[in-house]
């Protein structure tokens, strides 16, 4: 995903833009392609955005570069129509069917952590990811390319006082359960069913004092190597698919 234009956004990469294809194809206005690529995975994208009636554009390298500024474009570049997504916790909360389950990161700066946080959040069913805006990066191109089209499927909501929304989330019933090195159960002693919101902190710092201190409960990740921490997509992976296996799948 790119430099917004008005009402129109780009995204690049085939993974983002395939998902657009996929859930929106009446949204894509237009996609550029890098014509010197002949290879098989590219004429399935073409083949595909030709079956959705999409206006395909011959481009080059060049071109595609300044486009969406990065050379890491895999030659497709899509100018899409923006997509609605809730924009509010009480939108989200009103509009889960069944338990919510929500993600809340808390200190994740490293738009590279947050891309692959998205793609994790999506594939485990998660209905929002919340982070706050003076200590979170927001979404860029380079999130969007590496969530691979969970940017544009689960919604990001940044909020101003991250405390305050896990009151808030707390109020709607919803169990709220953080991540830390130091706490007395692990993740797998734990009931993981029902409303339930779980929060990490960044990589090595953690969470937040405060906002350890407004969990219902803290868990931890048993560690059977030297390292101490994992990474922070990778831990919210193993918690989140945890949840879901405890959920049935």
Known sequence: MGTPMGAHRLLFGFHAVT???KTAPESVLEIHVDASRR???MRQFVDRAREAGVKLVDSDDATLHQLCGTHRHQGVVARVEKTYQARTLVEVLDGIEGS?????????TDPHNL????????????????APKDHAVAINATVAKVASGAAETVPYLMVTNLARTIAEI???GIR???TAE???DTLYEAPLTGPLALVLGAEGKGMRQLTRKSCDALLRIPMAGAVESLNVSVAAGVCLFEARRQRGG
């Open 170 to 172: 707390k109020q709607h």
């Open 176 to 178: 709220v359960v953080g």
């Open 100 to 108: 919510a389950l929500l993600l809340l990161l808390d200190g994740v």
């Open 39 to 41: 290879d098989a995975r």
């Open 115 to 130: 891309g692959a946080c998205l793609r994790v959040a999506d594939g485990a069913g998660v209905h929002a990811v919340i």
């Open 19 to 21: 998902v657009r294809l």
């Open 182 to 184: 130091d706490a007395a």
